[in-house]
């Protein structure tokens, strides 16, 4: 889930300036409109200890107008506090409508705490989610907008950082960062838990990186301005440009965020096999892979793969060096199309619950359920509340598979978009491949920023510590079979000795 905010995004000085002023203008804008609707907001700023959350708070006080935002910092409880219900701090501080508050801390904080030092369960902590859930779907049902932004820091970062007062302001540093930054790792699982059970389609989770702080001041108050955006729409008035170039130096951050930097750019794909690396570990790989299967059947355990990727990525030749691994009786391949008129009249997740396999097989999905927020998001088949609410149902779907035993593997295949047009027109030259080439791909392709987008987003909601996604790097063909039968190998092996 976070490997998505440690792609290394950044903003200079300059360009943050030159923006900057656009970003405050619509901002104020926007607050003019909430203050004349029945709607109030409530920015939850959350994250990683040493992330700058303070300094967060300091920015957008700066760029509202602070006359309608109350600031709630939420630090130890005080016996007042104690002597009521969990809730009722938060209740009492709830803003009235056309104003904004902003909350340093929220009703995360507690549970999420409690959890890592091991105070509450798993299953306290589940329930302790599940009363925010109906929280906050009781608040937007009322006209109650929710921006919840996650501050990530990747591990080292956060070390370098306690390291190197300089790195943070000394007065704003948190008190709690040395303590925290032990943890790291115990952490890091509570909070993946608990933002991937309360990622709602109403109030979908923003996990920011927040390495430069350039980029996550921007990161955050654009992620505001878009949610506002939705409810009261945009401003035609333009500010005036701080910089002559402001409009230039906007676009190239947003074309930064949206289509040059995300986790696929962490992908190397210069890895490569020669003939002989890849003929000895092929053989190795499926002999291994063959008695893993028989195990995985004489143990009654079953697995599901799936397999995700660019049109002419190599999917299916991949999906072939695993199948001819594996005895026929032991498997299925689902080749996902669009959805039948039976499909479609029932809910998007009918035709894959019914290929899961039974004890002791494979299903392996050519294409997958994630269709819903890559395919249909991007070419418009569902609505944005409809493939942001998936991404709480698809994690919920596939939790409901690993409890009961089965091993999921969830592979999206890489290839740059130089590779994927070569591979293009050599399918066009040869007859043996010409079928393979529509219409369609090339139009797809067209929409290449627009996928990666949605791939990133994808794996920030979906790539959690129990079903992570493994990106195949997959400009060599050779390469990528082997990394993905590596996987699947050393998964049943985990899976069957577990």
Not at 26 to 48: T, W
Not at 106 to 134: C, H, M, N
Request: charged share 30%; with cysteine.
């Amino acid at each position: 889930m976070f490997e998505a905010a440690e792609v290394g995004r950044k903003l200079s000085k300059s360009e943050f300036n030159a923006a900057e002023p656009e970003l405050h203008h619509s901002l104020l804008s926007l607050q003019q409109k909430l203050r004349r609707s029945k709607h109030s907001l409530i920015v939850i700023v959350s994250g990683v200890e040493g992330a700058g959350k303070g300094e967060i708070v300091d920015r957008l006080n700066k760029w509202f107008d602070t006359r309608d935002v109350q600031t709630c910092a939420y630090w130890e409880e005080s016996e007042e506090e104690k002597h009521r219900p969990r809730m009722w701090r938060f209740w009492r501080d709830m803003p009235m409508r056309g104003n904004i508050s902003i909350m340093f801390g929220s009703w995360y904080t507690r549970p999420i705490v409690d959890a890592a030092f091991g105070k509450i369960t798993e299953a306290e902590l589940d329930q302790e989610l599940g009363r925010i859930r109906d929280l906050e779907r009781a608040l937007t049902a009322d006209g109650v907008i929710i921006v919840k932004l996650w501050f990530h820091l990747p591990k080292p970062e956060q070390k370098e950082r306690l390291e190197q007062d300089a790195k943070i302001s000394k007065f704003k540093k948190s008190p709690l960062l040395q303590d925290f930054s032990k943890h790291y790792d115990q952490f890091a699982k509570i909070c993946e838990r608990a933002l991937r059970l309360t990622d709602g389609g109403a109030t979908p989770w923003h996990i920011i990186e927040a390495t430069n702080y350039h980029y996550r001041d921007f990161a955050a108050g654009k992620t505001i301005v878009s949610r506002l955006e939705t409810v009261f729409g945009s401003d035609e008035q333009q500010p005036a440009k701080a910089d002559p170039t402001a409009d230039s130096v906007l676009d190239n951050i947003e074309s930064q965020d949206s289509a040059k930097i995300t986790v696929l750019d962490r992908v190397d794909l210069s890895q490569s096999l020669t003939d002989s690396e890849y003929s000895q570990r092929l053989s190795e790989l499926q002999k291994q892979l063959h008695s893993l299967a028989w195990r995985m059947n004489t143990m009654k355990r079953n697995a599901v793969l799936l397999f995700e990727g660019w049109d002419a990525a190599g999917k299916g030749s991949a999906l072939r060096r695993v199948t001819a691994a594996i005895d026929a009786r032991l498997y299925r391949v689902i080749p996902i199309a669009a959805p039948t008129d039976e499909e479609k009249g029932h809910h998007y997740l009918w035709r894959f619950w019914r290929h899961i396999p039974r004890a002791g097989r494979f299903t392996m999905y050519d294409r997958s359920w994630y269709g819903r927020v890559l395919v249909e998001r991007v070419e418009g088949f569902a609505s944005a509340d409809e493939w942001q609410r998936s991404y709480a149902e698809i994690n919920s779907f596939e939790e409901q598979l690993l409890d009961h035993g089965i091993m999921l593997c969830k592979f999206w295949v890489h290839i740059s978009k130089d590779e994927q047009l070569r591979r293009f027109k050599e399918r066009e030259k040869d007859p043996r491949k010409q079928h393979k080439i529509t219409d369609e791909d090339w139009r797809n392709r067209e929409k290449w920023d627009a996928y990666k987008l949605a791939v990133n987003d994808m794996i920030a909601h979906t790539s959690t510590s129990r079903a992570p996604w493994t990106l195949v790097a997959g400009n060599d063909k050779k390469f990528a079979r082997i990394q993905i039968l590596e996987t699947v190998a050393a998964q049943l092996e985990a899976m069957l000795s577990d």
